[in-house]
């Protein structure tokens, strides 16, 4: 009996320390390994079959080791709070310039220092087929390419700005955080079938936009057109009146904008420049503030031409946002009305019209029965003489059945 206990198969045991460590669950049920601890053990028999490497184990153990790896993420988070802080207090990097290389110079062989930790331990395949191990590298080559001053060519310079991208570590070295990932990534084909169904939905709506509004497109075409003559109008006005804007007050605060021309000159210096600003205010994204209080508060200009600049603005917003948008959206509506009774006068055509059916009583017309109360009275009457007459046929049927039964 010793000796079967000795030779107890190793997987037997591992199966009852691992049962074991649940003491909390359920006897009754056997223990089913997550994710993380198949993987580990999966690399654990990797080490075993093609570590050749001094003390590859043991580096592996040290830097899975919970302390580590919480230890790695708060160095990835403290670089990325430093990088705010730099681009907060000092964007171009000129004020402390000494003290932001030295950070530079510390996180980046940090980095590579824990890379090859990673690389040491994982060697060589295992290393290999985890995806963030990869990104690791990628951010670390940034990293050196930094350190040591590299000049890149051309658009290869912008890949120096991948650094910023450094806190996305954190979600390879934090379970909770890449459990979330691998929820996301689980949830894209779900999500993309919800667009799918979307798409459709929304193409089918568009066909049938086709036909309910097809008698409704020239209204609004026409809707839109007088609209876009009364935009132009006032664009064609805009450059008239304030096209030279500041032109005589170079120095005032507001005379430049952040490109460095002058205020009328960008905004309403030509035809096509006052149509944009015009559809700008039209769309409301900062109207007031940009497009229309550097007007209003034009050095030495007189009180009738600040009035007639708001009655300019304000008279283009109540015609344009609130009057012309309705009128195209009353017209759709009546296109939409008139596309429902025609579609209703198709599917319950009146009596005496294309359906070839004659009035039922000489003399009477449709415009005496305009809502068709006659006509369904008429109907009804007609199924019920048709359902007397096949039930008299069934019961003759079924007389005779009873007949040539009994004889």
């Given at each position: 009996?010793?000796?079967?206990?000795?030779?107890?198969?190793?997987?037997?045991?591992?199966?009852?320390?691992?049962?074991?460590?649940?003491?909390?669950?359920?006897?009754?049920?056997?223990?089913?390994?997550?994710?993380?601890?198949?993987?580990?053990?999966?690399?654990?028999?990797?080490?075993?079959?093609?570590?050749?490497?001094?003390?590859?184990?043991?580096?592996?153990?040290?830097?899975?080791?919970?302390?580590?790896?919480?230890?790695?993420?708060?160095?990835?988070?403290?670089?990325?709070?430093?990088?705010?802080?730099?681009?907060?207090?000092?964007?171009?990097?000129?004020?402390?310039?000494?003290?932001?290389?030295?950070?530079?110079?510390?996180?980046?062989?940090?980095?590579?220092?824990?890379?090859?930790?990673?690389?040491?331990?994982?060697?060589?395949?295992?290393?290999?087929?985890?995806?963030?191990?990869?990104?690791?590298m990628l951010v670390v080559a940034v990293g050196m390419l930094i350190v040591f001053n590299v000049s890149l060519p051309g658009p290869l310079k912008n890949i120096l700005m991948l650094r910023a991208f450094r806190v996305f570590r954190l979600f390879g070295r934090i379970a909770s955080l890449r459990k979330i990932l691998l929820s996301i990534r689980?949830?894209?084909?779900?999500?993309?079938?919800?667009?799918?169904?979307?798409?459709?939905?929304?193409c089918i709506y568009a066909v049938l936009a086709v036909d309910l509004l097809a008698k409704a497109i020239p209204g609004v075409m026409n809707a839109f057109i007088i609209m876009a003559l009364v935009v132009c109008i006032y664009a064609v006005l805009a450059v008239d009146l304030f096209g030279k804007a500041y032109e005589d007050h170079p120095n005032?605060?507001?005379?430049?904008?952040?490109?460095?021309?002058?205020?009328?000159?960008?905004?309403?210096?030509?035809?096509?420049?006052?149509?944009?600003?015009?559809?700008?205010?039209?769309?409301?994204?900062?109207?007031?503030?940009?497009?229309?209080?550097?007007?209003?508060?034009?050095?030495?200009?007189?009180?009738?031409?600040?009035?007639?600049?708001?009655?300019?603005?304000?008279?283009?917003?109540?015609?344009?946002?609130?009057?012309?948008?309705?009128?195209?959206?009353?017209?759709?509506?009546?296109?939409?009305?008139?596309?429902?009774?025609?579609?209703?006068?198709?599917?319950?055509?009146?009596?005496?019209?294309?359906?070839?059916?004659?009035?039922?009583?000489?003399?009477?017309?449709?415009?005496?029965?305009?809502?068709?109360?006659?006509?369904?009275?008429?109907?009804?009457?007609?199924?019920?003489?048709?359902?007397?007459?096949?039930?008299?046929?069934?019961?003759?049927?079924?007389?005779?059945?009873?007949?040539?039964?009994?004889?």
């Amino acid at each position: 009996a010793q000796g079967c206990k000795e030779a107890m198969p190793a997987g037997q045991a591992a199966a009852r320390s691992s049962g074991g460590n649940d003491a909390g669950g359920d006897p009754g049920h056997a223990h089913s390994p997550s994710a993380a601890e198949q993987s580990t053990a999966k690399h654990e028999q990797q080490l075993r079959h093609e570590s050749r490497l001094w003390h590859q184990k043991e580096v592996y153990e040290f830097y899975h080791d919970p302390k580590v790896m919480y230890l790695v993420a708060f160095i990835i988070l403290a670089n990325f709070i430093i990088e705010c802080v730099q681009r907060q207090i000092d964007p171009s990097g000129d004020i402390h310039k000494t003290a932001w290389r030295v950070t530079e110079l510390v996180f980046s062989f940090l980095f590579l220092i824990e890379l090859i930790i990673n690389m040491y331990g994982s060697w060589f395949r295992h290393f290999f087929s985890i995806g963030w191990n990869y990104f690791d590298m990628l951010v670390v080559a940034v990293g050196m390419l930094i350190v040591f001053n590299v000049s890149l060519p051309g658009p290869l310079k912008n890949i120096l700005m991948l650094r910023a991208f450094r806190v996305f570590r954190l979600f390879g070295r934090i379970a909770s955080l890449r459990k979330i990932l691998l929820s996301i990534r689980k949830a894209i084909p779900g999500v993309m079938n919800a667009f799918i169904i979307m798409a459709l939905v929304v193409c089918i709506y568009a066909v049938l936009a086709v036909d309910l509004l097809a008698k409704a497109i020239p209204g609004v075409m026409n809707a839109f057109i007088i609209m876009a003559l009364v935009v132009c109008i006032y664009a064609v006005l805009a450059v008239d009146l304030f096209g030279k804007a500041y032109e005589d007050h170079p120095n005032a605060t507001s005379a430049y904008t952040q490109r460095g021309e002058l205020y009328g000159e960008e905004y309403y210096g030509t035809f096509l420049k006052a149509l944009y600003s015009l559809f700008q205010i039209l769309t409301g994204e900062s109207w007031s503030e940009m497009g229309v209080r550097p007007l209003l508060f034009l050095p030495d200009a007189p009180a009738f031409q600040v009035i007639y600049t708001a009655i300019f603005f304000v008279s283009f917003i109540l015609i344009n946002a609130i009057v012309l948008l309705n009128v195209v959206v009353a017209v759709l509506l009546d296109g939409m009305n008139s596309a429902g009774d025609q579609v209703q006068s198709e599917a319950h055509p009146s009596d005496g019209e294309s359906d070839g059916k004659e009035p039922a009583k000489e003399g009477e017309t449709v415009d005496d029965d305009p809502t068709g109360e006659k006509a369904a009275r008429r109907e009804l009457v007609d199924v019920k003489a048709q359902l007397a007459d096949m039930s008299s046929d069934l019961n003759e049927l079924l007389a005779a059945i009873r007949n040539g039964s009994t004889k």
